[in-house]
């Protein structure tokens, strides 16, 4: 299915506002700036394998200290919740989507940072390794990353009920470890992006 001409505007001007606030990170994001300037209407596609979009959601614990990760069956990592778009889904729905899905938690909302800026915390182009059970090629991810909290008593294990189809495990993770220790690349940079603005 191919995208709407209204959806690739909406997707160019919070790209565009990201790099503004970020334009130290102009380089990274080059693959996806050519698709954006093309104005690839396949975007959302699956089988895309120049790139395609999927957004991601960084839980913060209520004293901003540490996230809730979870473990990637296929990947073998520590992630974040997130996933793939649907056609014509803006990438902030599909991160509250995606992190219900995975996370089983329903009373997010965006952390407070995002009230003034009307961006995501991070983007991100990646390499996905091939996937034979899915018959998906190697290709790249761009991820919009928001960061959010959660209301009442959804920090508690109880309100936590992870996919068991894509994810086995789930943990908070100190934002000092995902500095210090060895953690995907990403994540690095993003736990050290939070010290910096957030904590």
Avoid at 35 to 60: F, I, V, W
Avoid at 153 to 159: F, L, M, Q, T, V
Avoid at 169 to 193: F, T
Wanted: glycine share 6%; net charge negative; charged share 30%.
């Amino acid at each position: 299915m191919l995208l709407s001409p209204q959806f690739l505007r909406e997707v160019s001007s919070e790209f565009q506002n990201y790099l503004s606030t970020f334009p130290d990170e102009r380089d990274k994001l080059n693959i996806l700036a050519k698709q954006l300037g093309e104005e690839d209407r396949r975007l959302c596609d699956r089988k895309n394998m120049t790139g395609h979009l999927t957004a991601s959601a960084l839980l913060l614990n209520a004293d901003a200290d540490a996230i809730l990760l979870i473990y990637h069956n296929f990947l073998k990592l520590w992630l974040q919740p997130g996933g793939h778009l649907d056609p014509d889904e803006l990438p902030l729905t599909g991160a509250f989507r995606e992190f219900r899905e995975e996370t089983g938690i329903g009373n997010i909302r965006l952390h407070p940072w995002h009230e003034q800026n009307k961006i995501p915390f991070d983007m991100d182009t990646h390499a996905i390794p091939a996937n034979e059970k899915k018959n998906e090629g190697s290709h790249f991810h761009h991820d919009f990353q928001y960061l959010i909290v959660v209301d009442g008593d959804g920090y508690s294990d109880g309100a936590i009920k992870i996919d068991l189809n894509e994810v086995s495990q789930y943990r908070w993770v100190s934002i000092a470890e995902l500095i210090e220790k060895d953690h995907d690349d990403r994540l690095k940079r993003v736990a050290a992006k939070i010290k910096n603005t957030i904590c």
